[in-house]
């Protein structure tokens, strides 16, 4: 089992930045990747950003150039930073990790971009 609390999220104006974070415990060991997804009112949750606990990266085609991840030096936390925000960037953005072919979810935190 792996538990996820993700922290950072909020209000902010168009053109500003935000770091979200997320932290796992549990059997962390097991996780071979994390990311961030996100959802908006009346949408599907989409990816936003994906790393491996090899590095690799992924990200979606409407948040590359403007969003960053990386882990933490204890490899149990990772980062999404935001910058550039946009209002259809509003959306209740959610931690995930992949552990043995398990998908774990943390409980969301909402991102507000105002115009």
């Known amino acids: 089992q792996v538990q996820l609390v993700e922290s950072g999220g909020g209000l902010v104006q168009a053109g500003g930045s935000l770091r979200l974070s997320c932290v796992a415990s549990g059997s962390i060991g097991s996780i071979n990747a994390m990311g961030w997804y996100r959802q908006a009112p009346g949408k599907q949750r989409e990816l936003v950003a994906t790393?491996?606990?090899?590095?690799?990266?992924n990200f979606a085609d409407s948040v590359k150039r403007r969003f960053t991840i990386f882990r933490g030096s204890a490899k149990n936390t990772v980062y999404l930073q935001m910058n550039n925000l946009k209002p259809e960037d509003t959306a209740v953005y959610y931690c995930?990790?992949?552990?043995?072919?398990?998908?774990?979810w943390g409980q969301g935190t909402q991102v507000t971009v105002s115009s």
């Open positions: 995930n990790a992949q552990a043995y072919g398990w998908s774990y």
């Open positions: 790393i491996t606990t090899e590095g690799r990266t």
